[in-house]
Structures are given as C-alpha cells and as structure tokens.
C-alpha cells in the first residue's frame, strides 16, 4: 500500500507561482514512476506531468509545457510540481499518482497509475 499526500495548493493571481508537493509514504518510492494529473469542474481528470523512476524522463502535456517543472528526490519519498506562469485556465484540483510497475517511461496514462492521492486545490485568479 502506498499513501500520497498533496500540499502547496491554493489561490494565486494569474502570472503567479505556486509548488506542489507529494509526498509518499513506504521504502519503495525510488522504484515508482510519479505523475500529476488535475480535474477541473465537469471536466475529466487530465495528464499534467509525469517522471520516471530515477527522474531521468519526464513528461508534460502540451498546455503546461514550458511554464509546468516535475521534480523528484528519491531520498526525501517527495516529488514536486513547480508550476509558473499560471492562468485561469489551470484551475483545479491537482493529484500526485504513482506507478509502481517501474516502467522506462514517463507515464502520461491514468490507467497506469495505481495510487492516487486526496487532491490539492490550486485556484487561480483573473
């Protein structure tokens, strides 16, 4: 069993910073792939970011690309989403996820994550 818990979430104006983190619990962090999704209202949830195992791939979806960064530090069980330039748009509620199957790539699929956290709400102001 592996337990997440989001932070760092909350109201910020458009062309502001904010820094996620996830926190993981158990000794295995190091072999998991980690990922950040977000749901806004009525919408589904969406692949935001996502690094392998040892941090040596990433992966971002086309709209945060450039302003979105995905960190990892395998000794702390933490990974990080430093999001810059936010805008309205980016509105909703963050989850951290993890894919305990170790693969050689940066999972942008929800189905292939298999933990999930509590969400953290990040709201952005116009």
């Known amino acids: 069993q592996v337990q997440l818990v989001e932070s760092g979430g909350g109201l910020v104006q458009a062309g502001g910073s904010l820094r996620l983190s996830c926190a993981a619990s158990?000794?295995?962090?190091?072999?998991?792939?980690m990922g950040w999704f977000r749901q806004a209202p009525g919408k589904e949830r969406e692949f935001v970011a996502a690094i392998t195992k040892s941090g040596a791939r990433t992966s971002y979806a086309d709209r945060v690309k450039g302003r979105f960064i995905i960190s990892r530090d395998n000794a702390k069980n933490t990974v990080w989403l430093q999001m810059n330039s936010l805008n309205p748009e980016d509105t909703a509620v963050y989850y951290c996820a993890a894919d305990i199957y170790a693969r050689d790539y940066a999972s942008t699929r929800t189905v292939e994550y298999d933990y999930w956290g509590q969400g953290t709400q990040v709201t952005v102001s116009s």
């Open positions: 158990g000794r295995s962090f190091s072999n998991y792939g």
